[in-house]
C-alpha cells in the first residue's frame, strides 16, 4: 500500500508539472522517489522466506522502475515542448505500468491473505488440540482420582471388617477363658457406693490374679473387675 501510495504522489507531480509547467509541481515527485525505492527493499526483507512474494517483487521492481523512467521522461520533455509531453500521457502507456503494479500488488496481497487464513486455522487448531489434551488429562486424572478413592474406601472396610471379626474372635476367646475357669455367682466385690451386690465370677482352680494358687476361693466382678473374696 505504502509503495502504491508513493507511486500515485509521483504520478500526481508528474502530471502538475506537465499542466503547469512549474518545478515546485514537481516536490511530490523528487520526496517519493528515494522512498519508493526504499519501500521494496523494505518489502523484499519482509517476504524474505516466500518464494512467490520474491518472485513478485522482482517482478513489481522492473515494472516500478519501467514506471519511473516514464515519469522522469516525460518530465524532461515537458521542459522542451508541452505537446510532445502531452501526447505520451494521452498513449496510456504510464497507465499501463500502473494497472500492472496494481495488478501485481493485489496478487502478494492475496497470496498474503491467504497465508495468514493458514496461520490462523493453524493456530486454532494447535490451540483445540491443546484444549483437548488438556481436557483429557484432566479427565484421566479425576478417573485415577476416583479410582483410588474406591480402592481406598474398600480396603478401609475390608480392614475395619478385618479388625472388627479380630476383636469378636478375641472377646469370644476371652468368654470362653472366664467360662472355663470361672463361675458366675453373685457376691459382693467392694465396690463403692455402699452395699452393691454385682455378678461374681467364682474362681475354679482357685489361681489368684498373678496365677499362683490362692489360699482361699476368690470371686471376679464381671461390672468393676475387682476380685472379692467368698
Given at each position: 500500500?505504502?509503495?502504491?501510495?508513493?507511486?500515485?504522489?509521483?504520478?500526481?507531480?508528474?502530471?502538475?508539472?506537465?499542466?503547469?509547467?512549474?518545478?515546485?509541481?514537481?516536490?511530490?515527485?523528487?520526496?517519493?522517489?528515494?522512498?519508493?525505492?526504499?519501500?521494496?527493499?523494505?518489502?523484499?526483507?519482509?517476504?524474505?522466506?516466500?518464494?512467490?512474494?520474491?518472485?513478485?517483487?522482482?517482478k513489481l521492481n522492473i515494472l516500478i522502475t519501467k514506471?519511473?523512467?516514464?515519469?522522469?521522461?516525460?518530465?524532461?520533455?515537458?521542459?522542451?515542448?508541452?505537446?510532445?509531453?502531452?501526447?505520451?500521457?494521452?498513449?496510456?502507456?504510464?497507465?499501463?505500468?500502473?494497472?500492472?503494479?496494481?495488478?501485481?500488488?493485489?496478487?502478494?496481497?492475496?497470496?498474503?491473505?491467504?497465508?495468514?487464513?493458514?496461520?490462523?486455522?493453524?493456530?486454532?487448531?494447535?490451540?483445540?488440540?491443546?484444549?483437548?489434551?488438556t481436557i483429557g488429562i484432566t479427565i484421566g486424572a479425576?478417573?485415577?482420582?476416583?479410582?483410588?478413592?474406591?480402592?481406598?474406601?474398600?480396603?478401609?472396610?475390608?480392614?475395619?471388617?478385618?479388625?472388627?471379626?479380630?476383636?469378636?474372635?478375641?472377646?469370644?476367646?476371652?468368654?470362653?477363658?472366664?467360662?472355663?475357669?470361672?463361675?458366675?455367682?453373685?457376691?459382693?466385690?467392694?465396690?463403692?457406693?455402699?452395699?452393691?451386690?454385682?455378678?461374681?465370677?467364682?474362681?475354679?482352680?482357685?489361681?489368684n490374679e498373678v496365677g499362683k494358687l490362692a489360699s482361699?476361693?476368690?470371686?471376679?466382678?464381671?461390672?468393676?473387675?475387682?476380685?472379692?473374696?467368698?
Amino acid at each position: 500500500e505504502m509503495v502504491l501510495g508513493h507511486l500515485t504522489d509521483a504520478e500526481t507531480g508528474q502530471r502538475g508539472f506537465i499542466i503547469t509547467g512549474r518545478e515546485n509541481y514537481l516536490e511530490p515527485f523528487n520526496s517519493t522517489y528515494k522512498s519508493i525505492r526504499k519501500d521494496i527493499s523494505d518489502l523484499q526483507q519482509l517476504t524474505i522466506d516466500n518464494d512467490f512474494q520474491q518472485q513478485q517483487i522482482i517482478k513489481l521492481n522492473i515494472l516500478i522502475t519501467k514506471k519511473l523512467e516514464e515519469l522522469e521522461s516525460t518530465i524532461e520533455i515537458r521542459r522542451t515542448s508541452f505537446e510532445a509531453a502531452k501526447k505520451i500521457v494521452i498513449s496510456d502507456h504510464g497507465k499501463n505500468f500502473m494497472d500492472e503494479i496494481r495488478l501485481t500488488m493485489a496478487e502478494m496481497k492475496n497470496h498474503e491473505n491467504i497465508l495468514l487464513k493458514d496461520r490462523e486455522t493453524l493456530m486454532l487448531n494447535s490451540t483445540n488440540k491443546v484444549n483437548n489434551i488438556t481436557i483429557g488429562i484432566t479427565i484421566g486424572a479425576f478417573v485415577i482420582v476416583s479410582v483410588l478413592f474406591f480402592y481406598y474406601i474398600n480396603s478401609k472396610k475390608e480392614f475395619d471388617s478385618e479388625v472388627r471379626n479380630k476383636r469378636g474372635v478375641i472377646k469370644k476367646a476371652y468368654q470362653n477363658f472366664i467360662l472355663k475357669y470361672f463361675q458366675p455367682n453373685n457376691k459382693p466385690c467392694g465396690c463403692s457406693g455402699g452395699e452393691h451386690l454385682c455378678q461374681v465370677i467364682r474362681q475354679k482352680n482357685g489361681i489368684n490374679e498373678v496365677g499362683k494358687l490362692a489360699s482361699e476361693p476368690k470371686y471376679l466382678c464381671k461390672k468393676c473387675g475387682r476380685v472379692a473374696n467368698s
